[in-house]
T-cell receptor, first 117, second 110 residues
Framework: AQKVTQAQTEISVVEKEDVTLDCVYETRDTTYYLFWYKQPPSGELVFLIRRNSFDEQNEISGRYSWNFQKSTSSFNFTITASQVVDSAVYFCALSAGRGQGAQKLVFGQGTRLTINP | NAGVTQTPKFRVLKTGQSMTLLCAQDMNHEYMYWYRQDPGMGLRLIHYSVGEGTTAKGEVPDGYNVSRLKKQNFLLGLESAAPSQTSVYFC?????????FGQGTRLTVV
């Protein structure tokens, strides 16, 4: 079975602070993909990153960085020097296995991030 | 380039009524999904499809049916709507990379 847990329901920080959103996943498959999506107040879902299980390199994109650790089954997301525009709900997602099972895409409960000016 | 289009965007139903939500994608993707989003519950998978003519149950399939008669379309049906089905519904399609989402349908069952 596939499962994604985002234990932080809501986070509130002051602008320019760094913030980390946690994501823990469960799967018995050795082949899987992890994703992060952003849902701003307007409601659409915006893709941020995809990582496969064979690539544990961390990734940095501007103020965003992702830390993938298979040893702890975690795929955490850090925003450096947060801005008000980063306020959104962030979702972590997992697609695991091969064949038909690999195309089942499950999401965590989401973390609502509020950046205060 | 429309991507993923959901219709309708809003709908109010009375308990017991039926309706169909349409999802259309123009990216020739094999995989399509229907999710519902409720406060504090994240995105929960209702049904999904790995190709034309195939469907599979997700995490919360009860009360819903789906069909994928054409590759570009994925229909979600509610045969007898219940207040518990009040939610925002999202459709997504996926090829070999990330999933692309529609704008969402806000459904209220009274």
């Amino acid at each position: 079975a596939q499962k994604v847990t985002q234990a932080q329901t809501e986070i509130s920080v002051v602008e320019k602070e760094d913030v980390t959103l946690d994501c823990v996943y469960e799967t018995r498959d050795t082949t899987y993909y992890l994703f992060w999506y952003k849902q701003p107040p307007s409601g659409e879902l915006v893709f941020l990153i995809r990582r496969n299980s064979f690539d544990e390199q961390n990734e940095i994109s501007g103020r965003y960085s992702w830390n993938f650790q298979k040893s702890t089954s975690s795929f955490n997301f850090t925003i450096t020097a947060s801005q008000v525009v980063d306020s959104a709900v962030y979702f972590c997602a997992l697609s695991a296995g091969r064949g038909q099972g690999a195309q089942k895409l499950v999401f965590g409960q989401g973390t609502r991030l509020t950046i205060n000016p | 380039n429309a991507g993923v289009t959901q219709t309708p965007k809003f709908r109010v139903l009375k308990t017991g009524q039926s309706m169909t939500l349409l999802c259309a994608q123009d990216m020739n993707h094999e995989y399509m999904y229907w999710y519902r989003q409720d406060p504090g519950m994240g995105l929960r998978l209702i049904h999904y499809s790995v190709g034309e003519g195939t469907t599979a149950k997700g995490e919360v399939p009860d009360g819903y049916n789906v069909s994928r008669l054409k590759k570009q379309n994925f229909l979600l049906g509610l045969e007898s709507a219940a207040p518990s089905q009040t939610s925002v519904y999202f459709c997504a399609s996926r090829g070999r990379t990330e999933a692309f989402f529609g704008q969402g349908t806000r459904l209220t069952v009274v």
